[in-house]
């Protein structure tokens, strides 16, 4: 199966339909790092030996993905390697979070193995030798850890991992060593972040082991009021501790900003009110929109409807177009190569024709 | 000449010690070369306290480092692939799973400051048995640590003696 065959959806699975908890949670994600006995890691590793990690790790996702008896069977995975993919198509696969930006920029002796309901991925050779991610829609981190927690095992059976008693799974980086585990959630806090309370919560949950950062966006700017809520701890406590401890903290952020939101339509209904259409009637109507303005818009359109001011449109609107408004979706729409400003009016095409779909 | 511990075996290994200058001697049988060399953790005849010092990273790394280390190799290095503590340091990362092993001490309070713990608690994957193989390593560096000192070849000894202690922290902590 050829990769654009995966990804001949316009969004990805995860981001589409009902899942617990998707008025706030966009997604969750938790990935596990692991490298392979032996073998330098991918950033001192030579050629010869980025070349043993892509052999091995493609045979045991081929037979991983058939199930032998003993491991389940993990579906229909396919690996690439990352020469055989266009440019067009790495850059699809980050927009949809299925890779880094890092790993879209390696070509031989690196790879990718993904699911066709694109809820697995694993890079191979990006950091570490092998990075197995879950992505799936709305709150399910436990969820997600189970499924990643398969995927490694199966591979597990047919892979002997450099793993040491003391400090666990040896990865590239100290900061993942131990369960390998990096798991987050996606939130979109804009009640919260229009109180002005994104600050206080950075500090509060960097307490707690946990850190909060922008999706999109550079520095402390978090485009469209998206931010990931994920573990920094991954050595000393176990995968589940891991995982219990971000959706414990994540539920109480989830409550606060629905508290939030309750604050704002008390106090300052109108205000709200006029901001939300205000910004539906330019996302509606604009013929040029940034990716940063479109995010801060259709981040109101989104609150607009969670506070039942907008209906007819499906509440994944943001979490859909967040990705496809991005440069390869929208290059990849037209079928050709867009300037910046070019990208800016199809942009604002797309949007008005998925809202006039919808109403 | 008899073994000066046991004084019953031949004595087969003779080791010179040189510190500050003075020099002294010892014979002994292999079993109790051994033994001494089990009980004082890794080398006999203070090797060990007199090694500690020159490979502190205080003063190995710190701003006396160039100082007082003639032909002692300065650059700590991972036996396996070659990546120095510089640069680790510099870019923060490991270039294999043997760095772990090399550069143990360095990491031991960068894991505590990261996560607060430095002991694995988790999943374990089922192939790969680690203890067997860290044991097999463990061997072939003790004979290796023993070539040496016989040699008199201190300063590989050093590197041998530091490679031994870090296994042997990683086995002892399982």
Redesign the interface.
Known sequence: MALDEILKHPVAQWMVGDAPANDIVVGTRVRLAR?L?????P??ATRTQLGQVVDQVREAITHAAQGDGRTPRLGRLHFFTMDALSPLTKQLLVERHLISPQHAQTGAGHGVALRDDERVSIMVNE?DHLRIQVLLPGFQPQEAWEMA?QV??AL??RL???????????T????N???G?RASVMLHLPALARAGQIRALISAVAQL?LTVRGIYGEGTEAWGNLFQLSN????????E?ITTHLATVARQVIQQERQAREALLNRQRIELEDAIYRSFGIVTHARSLSTKEALRLLSDVRLGIDLGLISGIPETILQELMVRIRPAHLQRLVGRELSASERDLQRATLIRERFKVQR | MLCEDCHEREATVHITHVVNGERSEAHLCERCAQKRSESEGVAPFGLQSFLKGLFDPETLFGPGASGGLAGVERVERCQRCGLSLDDFRRLGHLGCSHCYQQFHRQLLPALQRIHGATRHRGKVPSRGNETVLLRRDLKQLREQLNAAIQREAYEEAAVLRDRIRALEEQLGAS
């Open positions: 490298n006995h032996e073998i330098p890691f950033g001192v950091e927690n490694d095992d597990d059976a002997v991992y450099a793993f040491s008693d003391a400090v666990g799974y040896l590239a980086w100290p900061t060593v131990g369960t585990l082991g920094q701890v991954s050595l000393g406590r176990s995968e501790e």
